[in-house]
């Protein structure tokens, strides 16, 4: 039988009047530029411009025994259809600057201050929105604090950091003793160059240890620039190239683009061997800048490990003190999720206080590679998100290929690839590894991917449930 322990309190009247101010009388603001010195208008320089916008606030999420949990949360204010749809939030500056139309221009950003507010009260995802963009990429990204409506007593600011991101500046670095943190009705726009291909995970540096557990948390990734070397051009001269790029002065860099090469920063070592792999084809994709294709993928799938303490989230909605002490997480989660509900197709959707459901967990978990659509290769992009827990997780009948850990690839300073096969690995909190599925000689059917830890395989009371999702060859 489904429970619900969420309390129904009616909505502060001192936030609803914020949602009716007048435009002057609040400080949202949204910037995406449509041109940059290092991407000027007419081109000529690789990457592009990548915007997304984002709320911080909170809502409710719906866990695998029924219960409905309270959040802090970050919510999408722009690629609202694309994040229904799983996908990335991230759009490019022509489709973000779009007037913003339910119909007609679902994924362009929510400017208007009262839109603002009233699409991102309650608003929250978890995880938090995905984002994803390419090296070379200019990155802007703004987050407006819409405020916590269900504890009008927390005046909480919030912030954005990118963990484990190379070369942040610390001013956009989201951690609040050495940037800035954004109070309630204003926004702050966050930027970023994309350096390094890999996958990392962002979250909320005000109190972390509270905000990532009630929800504040979510995944970025960087796709590699060996995606754009021209088809037929060798992945490892491509490579070679590269490295020899890095000793151009900043100057000849600038001159040549925003890299001095297609691969400019060299931080990837050239294979052992030439193996003459070529980009076969247009849209090809690879996890790294691998120079021998090694790292190729047909589909991808970002898998997000993490877990709630039900009553560290209870008291934090009812005016008490958490007991960071006594913290244990009952409800595990791949994609915000728990086992039925990471086989279920579409976003999830939680009854807030106010009545309204809202999209509270849209990302999907099932992983589907479809061999007679040509599908042979399945990236995972695991990243353990838990505050409190090291998780295993394994597959049955499908062997795991681990090419990367902590956004690097595998491989030693000689150029030998490192990586390695295995039915289960192992990451702690703040961690993730890139983990390539090929099914060429598995037989179709459905396979399972899941926490060996026992007690990661219950919903709190219920038993068989957590952290398991499907792996579907068809």
């Not at 679902?106 to 009233?118: H, R, T």
């Not at 990392?200 to 948390?217: N, S």
């Not at 997480?329 to 807030?352: C, H, I």
Request: hydrophobic letters at 40%; a negative charge.
């Amino acid at each position: 039988m489904r429970i619900s322990r969420v309390l129904k309190f009616g909505l502060p009247a001192a936030l609803l009047a914020l949602v009716a101010l007048p435009a002057a009388a609040q400080s949202f603001s949204v910037q995406c530029p449509t041109s940059t010195p290092l991407h000027p208008a007419k081109g000529g320089a690789a990457g592009a411009i990548k915007c997304q916008h984002i709320s911080g606030g909170d809502g409710f999420a719906t866990m695998g025994d029924g219960t409905q949990t309270y959040l802090f949360a970050f919510g999408p204010l722009s690629g609202l259809d694309r994040i229904a749809k799983g996908l990335p939030g991230t759009q490019d500056a022509v489709s973000f600057n779009r007037e913003y139309d339910a119909a007609k221009a679902p994924n362009a950003a929510i400017k208007d201050p009262q839109l603002i507010m009233g699409t991102g009260v309650l608003n929250g995802n978890f995880p938090a929105p995905l984002m994803a963009i390419d090296e070379d990429d200019e990155f802007f990204l703004t987050l407006s604090n819409v405020g916590m409506i269900m504890r009008p007593d927390l005046f909480e600011q919030h912030t954005v950091h990118f963990h484990g991101y190379p070369n942040a500046s610390s001013y956009f670095d989201g951690v609040p003793d050495a940037s800035v943190a954004i109070n309630i009705a204003g926004s702050f726009t966050y930027y970023y160059n994309a350096p390094d291909a890999g996958t990392y995970f962002w979250h909320c540096h005000i109190t972390p240890p509270e905000h990532l557990q009630m929800g504040m948390v979510g995944q970025l990734y960087v796709r590699p620039r060996q995606n754009r070397v021209p088809v037929g051009q060798s992945l490892y001269q491509a490579l070679m190239k590269a490295n020899q790029a890095v000793s151009l002065s900043t100057a000849a860099a600038s001159q040549a683009g925003a890299c001095g090469d297609l691969l400019c920063t060299g931080q990837t070592p050239l294979p052992a061997a030439d193996t003459s792999a070529k980009q076969p084809a247009a849209g090809i994709t690879y996890a790294y800048n691998d120079g021998d294709g090694s790292t190729r993928y047909d589909v991808e799938y970002p898998i997000q490990m993490m877990g709630f303490d039900p009553d560290f989230h209870f008291v934090g909605m009812t005016f008490n003190a958490e007991s960071f002490a006594g913290l244990k997480d009952k409800y595990f989660m791949l994609n915000g999720r728990s086992y039925p509900d990471t086989v279920a197709a579409g976003p999830m959707e939680t009854q807030s206080s106010d009545g309204k459901s809202r999209q509270s967990q849209p990302m999907p978990a099932t992983i589907t590679i479809n061999k007679t659509a040509g599908q042979t290769r399945a990236l995972l992009r695991i990243s353990d998100l838990s505050v409190s827990e090291h998780t295993t997780l394994a597959t049955i009948g499908v062997p795991m290929t681990v090419i990367a850990q902590n956004a690097r690839l595998l491989r030693d300073m000689a150029g030998n690839n490192l990586y390695y096969n295995t039915n289960s690995v192992t990451l702690g909190g703040g961690e993730s590894m890139d983990v390539l599925l090929d099914v060429s000689n598995i037989p179709a059917g459905t396979y399972f991917l899941y926490s060996t830890n026992l007690d990661h395989l219950s919903n709190d009371a219920e038993n068989f449930g957590g952290m398991m999702t499907e792996i579907r060859v068809l």
